[in-house]
């Protein structure tokens, strides 16, 4: 039989001692916030592609299809739009405001996924390069543009849904190679789900609020007011006077 060979000592510099563990997850940490901040900027540039898309559609646009429905409407027996384009122009509306509050809690989604890369990265040993999380961040930002363009053609949940899938499919089938792992991945999926899920209650509940508060829309009595004229929301106090003043006028 051949002997034992005698076990090499450990060359010290090779394995990484505490400090060098723990300076290299605080630099990782830093450049994961300035990450965060850094995506904030393309996310800007879909803020301000909304609010132009807004704008446009508010003051009625030149599009063709537009021109058009305005032509068939003055050669038809009613000048004023029907019941279904006024909804499919209501749905637009509530798009974008879903897209201007979404965009409100992006800090927060996008800092939640990246804490998730990190523990694994840090618990399981691995070592995620910063290309890995610009990829999973520009995904992240992806979902805000998808909402925009769905919220225009379809309703505003379908569009939130068809969102939220796609941007959660990219970064679940990218995370699955780097965190060599299915399993990993699949948490990360249910991560993304549950944060998808609780911001579009929470969007809900900023729209219903708003709804009460009486700052989405202004009554169809109330169109040739000033309060529509100067587009200034109509309070509750406002439409108590304004319910007031009716019996009065009509008493004179």
Not at 112 to 138: D, I, K, N
Not at 214 to 226: F, H, I, K, T, V
Request: charge should be positive; charged fraction near 15%.
């Amino acid at each position: 039989m051949q002997p034992t060979p005698p076990e090499l000592p450990p060359v010290p510099g090779l394995r990484p001692t505490k400090t060098d563990r723990r300076n290299r997850a605080t630099l990782k940490l830093l450049f994961i916030a300035a990450l965060v901040l850094l995506l904030q900027l393309p996310l800007h540039l879909v803020s301000s592609l909304q609010q132009e898309r807004r704008t446009t559609r508010a003051s009625g646009g030149n599009q063709p299809e537009a021109a058009a429905a305005a032509d068939a409407r003055a050669g038809g027996r009613s000048s004023t739009p029907t019941a279904t384009e006024q909804a499919s122009t209501e749905g637009v509306f509530e798009a974008y405001r879903m897209v201007e509050r979404a965009l409100k809690h992006s800090v927060l989604v996008t800092a939640l996924v990246f804490a998730a890369f990190f523990l694994f990265e840090t618990l399981a040993g691995l070592r995620l390069h910063p290309v890995h999380y610009g990829l999973v961040g520009a995904a992240l930002g992806l979902f805000y543009l998808a909402l925009l363009a769905l919220g225009e053609v379809v309703a505003p949940g379908a569009a939130y849904v068809g969102a939220a899938l796609a941007s959660s499919a990219l970064v679940t089938l990218y995370s699955a190679p780097i965190l060599k792992s299915r399993a990993r991945a699949g948490v990360i999926g249910a991560l993304l789900a549950s944060v998808h899920s609780v911001l579009y209650v929470v969007l809900r509940m900023e729209n219903c609020l708003a709804a009460q508060r009486g700052e989405l829309a202004w009554p169809p009595e109330l169109e040739s007011n000033d309060d529509v004229a100067t587009k200034q929301p109509v309070s509750g106090r406002s439409l108590e006077r304004r319910g007031a003043a009716k019996p009065a006028r009509l008493l004179g």
